[in-house]
């Protein structure tokens, strides 16, 4: 059973739209929860990440929104670019394990 | 990023080899990680590190075992090669008390 689900599973934005990615989880325990952004043939890469004693956290053009009683949180991509184009990952950790649980993933692409 | 290496970055296999995937870090980190990443699924945890004497199983250890030779040094094993391995291999490193995860280029790795 996922941990974490996550939706859409790929996405198309015309630049300069938003992108919204979502995320729900179950386990209660989750105390932080970070979003990984991959490029084709790399690694994935820390995007932008959030505990739950905040309920939202921009960076630049990129926020996380996080409702804890519904247990979900979203990436929001403001002014979307082409060079934004990648695999975005949402995953989820408990208690400074470092132990992830991953999102299946949502391919983004935008058009110029 | 290139603290983190991964030996091969591709490979191609027959069913029922053993076959070996290394990963390197520079970046002096205690914590290694070894995932999977499958279309659809996201990234999945194969075997976590912490330290040098410490190996741990993740969600889908079954079919593959890890040796930790040093602080910087941890390898993936398939003692015997099935299709259904057929992944994208990333290693992942972090630093105690934190909690951002590094990871490498990925290994490619088909099984025949």
């Given at each position: ?6 939706s859409?599973q790929s ?10 990615i979502?995320?729900a ?7 932080y929860f970070p ?7 790399k690694g ?6 959030i ?5 939202e956290?921009?960076?630049g053009?990129?926020?996380?929104s ?9 990436l929001?991509?403001?002014d ?6 990648a695999?975005?990952?949402?995953a989820?950790?408990k ?8 999102g299946?993933?949502?391919?983004l692409?935008?058009?110029? | 990023?290139?603290d983190v ?17 290394e ?10 990680y ?8 996201g ?13 741990n199983?993740g969600?889908?250890?079954d ?5 930790r030779q ?7 094993s ?9 992944a ?6 972090s630093?105690?008390?934190a909690n ?7 290994t ?5």
């Open positions: 059973q996922q941990q974490v689900k996550q859409p996405l198309i934005v015309q630049k300069g739209g938003i992108s919204i979502n995320c989880y179950e386990n209660t325990a989750f105390d979003w990984y952004q991959q490029f084709p043939g994935p890469a820390l995007l932008i990440a505990r739950p004693d905040v309920s956290k921009k960076e053009r990129f926020t996380i996080f409702n804890k009683s519904a247990k979900q949180f979203s929001h991509i403001m979307s670019q082409p060079g934004d184009s695999t975005y990952f949402c989820a950790s208690g400074g394990f470092n132990k992830f649980y991953f299946s993933g949502t391919k692409n935008v058009k110029p | 990023d290139a290496t991964q030996t091969p970055r591709n490979r191609i296999t027959k069913t029922g080899k053993r076959i070996m995937l990963c390197s870090q520079t970046k002096g980190h205690d914590r290694m070894w995932y999977r990443q499958d279309p659809g699924l990234l999945r945890l194969i075997y976590y590190s912490f330290d040098v004497k410490d190996i199983k969600e889908i250890s079919g593959y075992s890890v040796s040093a602080q910087a040094k941890f390898s993936l398939l003692e015997s090669a099935i299709p259904n391995q057929t994208l291999y990333f290693c992942a490193t630093d105690f008390g951002e995860q590094f990871f490498g280029p990925g490619r790795l088909t099984v025949l």
